[in-house]
């Protein structure tokens, strides 16, 4: 079982960058493949990124790929998100969460980290 808790939101005008970290809890966090999933108001969870536990294969939604970075460092139990050239549409409350199948999540959510980006 993993427990996320994400960090590293916040305020941004568009095109400027943050990274938003997840620290996960549970013995087994580097066997997984984690991933950020985020949340707009008045829309679905969605998947945003992912990152395999063995050999770093990522994933990404067409919405972000070439802007986000995902990474993980293991001694840490921790997933990254760097995220730049933000755009307004990328406001929302992003998640990190366990990955199963293709995109979808498994377990627990955490509290999330709000990032909403001005134009």
């Known amino acids: 079982q993993v427990h996320p808790v994400e960090s590293g939101g916040g305020l941004v005008q568009a095109g400027g960058s943050l990274k938003l970290s997840c620290a996960a809890s549970?013995?087994?966090?580097?066997?997984?493949?984690m991933g950020w999933f985020r949340q707009a108001p008045g829309k679905e969870r969605e998947f945003v990124a992912a990152?395999?536990?063995?050999?770093?294969?990522?994933d990404y939604a067409d919405s972000v790929k070439g802007r986000f970075t995902i990474s993980r460092d293991n001694a840490k139990n921790t997933v990254y998100l760097q995220m730049n050239s933000l755009k307004p549409e990328d406001t929302a409350v992003y998640y990190c969460?366990?990955?199963?199948?293709?995109?979808?999540?498994?377990?627990?959510w955490g509290q999330g980290t709000q990032v909403i980006v001005s134009s």
């Open positions: 969460n366990r990955v199963v199948g293709s995109r979808a999540a498994f377990g627990s």
């Open positions: 549970g013995r087994s966090f580097s066997i997984y493949r």
């Open positions: 990152i395999s536990w063995s050999d770093d294969t990522t």
